[in-house]
């Protein structure tokens, strides 16, 4: 039996409490009531993301370390050293690098998400616990691989003799609304998924050409000025031109940061109320 509510003791007369489920909550007491009493079932929901993903794997955890030194070697030659593309005064590996960290998370977090309210119809069926627990898991854990890539990222920014500029301790802060971005799209994803299976191919398909689209192997300055503020509807562009700007400094824009806070925070609300209304019901059916 499932159920979309909370549970809830009431008294009655002379006898035993009786366990009442209320269904459709408000968000708000989803919020308060059930995140904060099932939070030990999201730890165990993250890390058995984190262990299974490369448990048969042959080498492990390496391809933590592997894929994106790899695509940092591939672009630097393709771009970098054929295609001539200026990163200014920072060194073009250090610089894809830079711009592949936040790319390559919010990459992996949706491939995870999108995928974890179908994968686990029966765990929901059998057992209660707050279903935005799911892609929110995989959100998580996906930060797992970007702390381990950023780990390889410091050697790098010392192998170039790379020094962090002041503005680094902004960094914890763009790195938060990377994260309200990827919980925001994997909530709705994940919610979609249930109805249209569609989602499965069209995602992947998206994610290939979204890379060059994004300012990643590229500076959003080489975008010819009248067309430079489209870019910026791509709320990556805001946050990989902040990750940038934290690191190796430059001027950090106070208009370009409360963009990406409005959008990100904005797509983590519409996320969050979309999977409330829509991924919490529709597994019931499906």
């Known amino acids: 039996m499932t159920h979309n509510g909370a549970f809830k003791k009431v008294k009655s007369g002379n006898f035993e409490d009786i366990l009442v489920i209320e269904r459709g909550i408000p968000w708000q007491r989803l919020l308060r009531d059930e995140v904060l009493h099932y939070r030990e079932v999201l730890y165990f929901l993250t890390w058995s993301h984190i262990k299974a993903r490369y448990k048969q794997t042959a080498i492990g955890i390496a391809w933590v370390i592997l894929k994106p030194v790899a695509a940092m070697a591939i672009f630097s030659f393709l771009f970098g050293r054929l295609a001539k593309i200026s990163s200014g005064n920072i060194p073009y590996p250090v610089f894809v690098y830079a711009g592949l960290l936040p790319w ?24 209660y616990f707050p279903r935005m627990f799911l892609p929110v898991s995989a959100t998580i854990s996906a930060f797992a691989d970007f702390f381990v890539s950023f780990f390889i990222f410091a050697i790098l920014m010392a ?19 990377l994260f309200l971005f990827n919980a925001g799209i994997g909530m709705t994803l994940s919610a979609i998924n249930v109805m249209y299976r569609d989602v499965e191919l069209i995602v992947p398909f998206f994610l290939q050409i979204g890379i060059f689209v994004t300012p990643v192997i590229y500076p959003v300055s080489i975008i010819p000025r009248e067309w430079g503020w489209v870019i910026y509807f791509n709320p990556l562009t805001g946050l990989i031109e902040g990750f940038r700007a934290t690191l190796f400094g430059g001027h950090l824009s106070a208009q370009g940061v409360l963009v990406s806070t409005l959008l990100c925070f904005g797509i983590f609300t519409a996320g969050l109320l979309f999977f409330i209304k829509t991924g919490e019901n529709s597994i019931d059916v499906h």
Do not use: E, W
Not at 104 to 123: E, G, I, P, R, W
């Open 159 to 177: 192998y170039y003799g790379q020094v962090p500029s002041y503005n680094v301790f902004f960094f914890p802060y763009f790195v938060l609304l």
């Open 104 to 127: 390559l998370c919010f990459a992996h977090s949706v491939q995870l998400s999108m995928n974890s309210v179908t994968k686990n119809a029966d765990l929901i069926k059998r057992v």
